[in-house]
């Protein structure tokens, strides 16, 4: 029988820093980076790489290591589940010298699978990342998930985009070439608008179309369901024309409509002027009226044309002879975002505080004032009693960590 084949993304993962495409400003932020921690002048000790599958976050840390003769720890979510082991086999990594190599590199690799009520994972990754003697690489699909939040403040952020359509297009024809099995120029082009950017996905239909099934057409490649991140979802509809597909652009976004509105309110500025500006937000205000009506009445059909107005309305107000070509980057909402995330916050509080009250037999009153000694003395058993579910043990944890971190400070400032 056969030796089964090695995937082509592995076969032809990059080796070097040379050998990767369109990634370049990561690239030499991640280099920066590196260098700066090395010098004793790097403002953080880690570094996040964030973006879709697929699109090389963890091949530029291992392609860095390789060419720059570092050793390479590299941890992924399965390791941080248990603070006991993390702390076992990552905090000796962090503070003892490589034996061979030049230097040391921490990558801890698709933080994403630690889930909001594994506290001890995260805060046990933050708590090293400060002591740690090496640079930490950690890579993510989204980094602006609300369990993040204290990590994003302890590391700098580098979004790892999709791979260009032509790039995509570039390295399938020169693999195809290098596996002695040119494909034609449909099949190629299929295979690259398909992948959506994600080039290990395009490497797998790639690999499917030369070693199980020679007569496979582009139709039959099959689209991947990914999680469009909002920034691709803004791209869409600030930059192409409005058709039936932008309908549907917020479907693989991972937030609320509501959460989207503050993205949109956020950036239009940034991609119209003038009269567009006013249209592109008076269809962000009619959309907002559709979703009053929507809560005051209960009419969720009504979701069609808060939807409409989101997508088409807002894509529609420029014109497509001033379809922007230029290169945007998008900004999460601050002011406002800030409020209706504090505003969460405090039910969530109110919430815990209200189930603690009852566990204890005391005023929710009390609960509240006292809800600071209360986050650090309930442990999983507790946790477990008072029912809470997950988005309210992820606040809980965000406290806890938040409440640590002031006892620290105060006995500093005692010092």
């Keep these: 029988m056969p030796d089964k084949p090695l995937p082509l993304f592995e076969k032809y993962r990059p080796k070097k820093i040379s050998d990767i495409r369109g990634q370049d400003i990561a690239v ?240 239009i500025p940034a991609e119209y002027r003038g009269e567009e500006l006013a249209k592109a937000y008076d269809a962000l205000s009619k959309a907002d009226v559709f979703r009053g009506r929507i809560i005051r009445q209960q009419y969720w059909h009504f979701l069609v044309y808060q939807n409409f107005f989101m997508t088409a309305g807002i894509s529609a107000a420029k014109g497509i002879k001033n379809l922007p070509q230029r290169f945007i980057k998008y900004n999460p909402p601050r002011r406002i975002l800030k409020i209706w995330m504090i505003n969460q916050k405090e039910a969530k509080k109110k919430s815990i505080a209200s189930k603690y009250a009852e566990f204890t037999h005391t005023s929710k009153k009390r609960a509240m004032k006292e809800f600071f000694l209360a986050s650090l003395i309930m442990n999983d058993v507790l946790i477990k009693e008072l029912e809470l579910d997950e988005q309210e043990i992820e606040y809980l944890n965000e406290r806890k960590l938040q409440a640590i971190e002031q006892i620290k400070a105060m006995q500093n400032t005692t010092k």
């Excluded at 503070?95 to 889930?115: C, H, P, Y």
């Excluded at 699909?141 to 369990?147: A, E, F, P, V």
């Excluded at 120029?185 to 290990?200: H, T």
């Design 28 to 267: 030499d932020k991640l280099k920066a980076f590196i260098t700066a921690f090395s010098r004793g002048i790097s403002k953080k000790k880690a570094m996040i790489l964030h973006g879709p599958a697929g699109t090389g976050k963890t091949t530029l840390a291992h392609a860095f290591a390789n060419e720059m003769s570092y050793e390479l720890f590299e941890l992924n979510a399965s390791d941080l589940r248990n603070r006991a082991k993390l702390d076992e086999i990552l905090k000796p990594s962090t503070l003892q010298q490589s034996l061979f190599a030049k230097g040391k590199i921490i990558l801890v690799d698709e933080v994403d699978g630690v889930t909001s009520t594994e506290y001890g994972g995260l805060a046990e990754l933050i708590a090293l990342i400060e002591k740690t003697k090496f640079p930490v690489i950690i890579t993510c699909n989204d980094i602006w998930q609300s369990k993040f939040s204290l990590l994003r403040s302890k590391c700098e952020l580098v979004q790892v985009k999709e791979l260009n359509y032509l790039v995509v297009v570039q390295l399938i024809k020169e693999i195809a070439l290098l596996e002695k099995r040119p494909l034609s120029e449909r099949v190629i082009s299929e295979i690259a608008a398909k992948s959506r950017g994600d080039l290990r996905a395009a490497l797998n239909d790639l690999h499917s179309i030369i070693y199980f099934d020679e007569e496979i057409l582009e139709e039959e490649i099959q689209l991947r369901e990914k999680t469009q991140d909002i920034f691709n979802a803004l791209k869409e509809i600030f930059k192409l024309r409005a058709n039936q597909d932008t309908l549907e652009v917020y479907e693989n976004v991972n937030l609320e409509l509501d959460q989207i509105m503050l993205w949109l309110e956020e950036n």
